[in-house]
């Protein structure tokens, strides 16, 4: 049961079942508690040579045991998101803890993923349960419909679940090459059904490089 | 504990969504915005530099700073657009028929109905008119009378009340000066150089800004000093107060270090260029 104390530490209750979270997040905990590493982008062979191949590394830990524990990561504000079936996508670097019954994969997120600096790949989680992700700043819940298309900095990006397509949105013109370009040069436009979660933050981007 | 989920009905009409975060409706209408301060927007919203064309009427009547010129962009269209700043204190002010200074980096969006111009001080940016500005801060702003003095890093800007003025404490003028009471190796010191010219970004609390007469001065609850993008010098000109190279900006330095303005048309610093 994931419970938020504060806006910046989560507590979760166990009893007997077991919490994926990242490497090195647990501040304190009571009762009997296990710690064993794990890493991301799927279990087995095939989890490990995805991890290799896409760059897309997390290292997460397995915690189980009975009591509370509590984690927390540089004091970086924790959103929860509940699944109840659907696909929650997020940057790894974004993701704090998940139920353990949930799954976690990688997903080819293309040329969107570049333009956000963490790869061309992101992490993806889906089942039922709870999950938590950290954010610089309380991240802003945005709601896509069919009617309102939303579009989004990358560098303000954090996750998104639900039906919803990504495409990059250039504004890049020539203007932008003479230092008169509208400074919003990249965006992420989802489109379909879903939610968005942006920080109210910019993190430094490669397209901000280019 | 429910987290509240937006979409365009519900999102606050020029209004803060959190503390962090701030919400401009734009109804056909425009906003100047300092550029990758937006983080998302519904709607049909387009983003244009200082430098377009069809934007002269405008920034003839509202923008007066060539020196940020290259920072500034107009948002315009229909729709509601989310603006925020590493995660910092974010909140709108009305002035009504009045004026305001606020320091450079502090300032996100303004309406076109006020007048953005440089402060005679250098760093600081000066707001005329009636108009709704959105700016950000280190923890929140805290609002104080006149007659005061203020830590530098403190100060967010003021409004009304005369521009500031240097105090130094009684110590580091002795040492700066020379007198005879100070020995010659201090006199040349470092420390007391640096606190008389400001060269060096030297300010322990034996330098405060003093702020006389009727006004409002706005202190950000923090002393971190937001990082700011430099903003150039002043022309060298008789008369024109930090008209010399390397006295830009009065917090930090910009991505190059160097206090040379910003024109449009330059090249390098693709980053800022693209917003991002």
Not at chain 1, 187 to 200: I, K, S
Request: hydrophobic letters at 35%.
């Amino acid at each position: 049961m994931f419970r938020l104390q504060g806006s910046k530490v989560l507590a979760v209750e166990m009893t007997g079942d077991s919490v994926h979270a990242k490497n090195g997040s647990m501040v304190a905990y009571d009762g009997e508690m296990a710690f064993k590493k794990l890493s991301g982008g799927g279990e087995g062979l095939r989890g490990m040579v995805t991890r290799r191949l896409t760059g897309e590394q997390m290292t997460l830990m397995e915690v189980k045991g009975r009591g509370t524990c509590w984690f927390a990561d540089r004091a970086s504000e924790i959103n929860l998101v509940s699944l109840r079936g659907d696909k929650l996508h997020v940057e790894s670097s974004n993701l704090l803890a998940t139920d353990a019954g949930l799954r976690t994969g990688t997903t080819f997120t293309g040329l969107r993923g570049a333009s956000q600096g963490n790869g061309l790949f992101t992490t993806t989680v889906e089942g039922h349960g709870q999950a938590a992700l950290i954010s610089d700043g309380p991240a802003v819940v945005l709601r896509v419909t069919p009617q309102y298309p939303l579009s989004v900095d990358p560098g303000a990006y954090v996750a998104h679940q639900g039906e919803l397509r990504q495409s990059l949105q250039s504004g890049v013109t020539f203007r932008t090459f003479f230092g008169e370009g509208g400074g919003e040069a990249f965006q992420m436009r989802f489109e379909g059904d879903g939610l968005v979660y942006v920080q109210p933050s910019e993190r430094n981007t490669v397209a901000g490089d280019v | 504990m429910t987290v509240p989920v937006f979409d365009p009905a519900t999102l606050p009409a020029d209004g803060n969504v959190n503390p962090y975060t701030f919400c401009v409706e734009l109804q056909g209408s425009q906003w100047f915005l300092q550029k990758g301060k937006m983080i998302a927007y519904y709607g049909q919203i387009e983003f244009n530099g200082i430098g377009h064309g069809a934007l002269e009427r405008l920034v003839r009547t509202s923008f007066h700073s060539p020196l940020h010129a290259g920072d500034w962009v107009v948002a315009q269209g229909s729709g509601k657009m989310l603006l925020a700043d590493r995660a910092f204190d974010v909140n709108s002010f009305d002035l009504d028929d009045g004026n305001l200074t606020i320091r450079a980096g502090n300032l996100l969006a303004y309406q076109p109905s006020l007048a953005l111009k440089q402060s005679i001080v250098p760093g600081f940016l000066t707001l005329i008119g009636t108009g709704k500005f959105v700016a950000a801060s280190n923890g929140p702003v805290v609002f104080m009378e006149p007659p005061m003095r203020v830590d530098p890093q403190a100060l967010v800007g003021w409004a009304d009340c005369p521009s500031p003025c240097h105090h130094y404490d009684h110590g580091y003028v002795r040492r700066a000066g020379g007198t005879p009471w100070s020995s010659g190796v201090e006199s040349l010191g470092a420390g007391g150089l640096r606190a008389m010219t400001g060269i060096g970004g030297a300010s322990g609390e034996e330098h405060q800004f003093e702020f006389v007469g009727a006004g409002t001065v706005l202190l950000q609850s923090s002393e971190t000093l937001m990082p700011e993008q430099a903003t150039g010098a002043v022309p060298h000109e008789p008369g024109v107060p930090g008209g010399g190279a390397g006295h830009g900006g009065t917090g930090g330095q910009g991505p190059l270090g160097s206090g040379m303005p910003r024109m449009p048309g330059q090249l390098g610093d693709l980053q800022r260029r693209f917003g991002l």
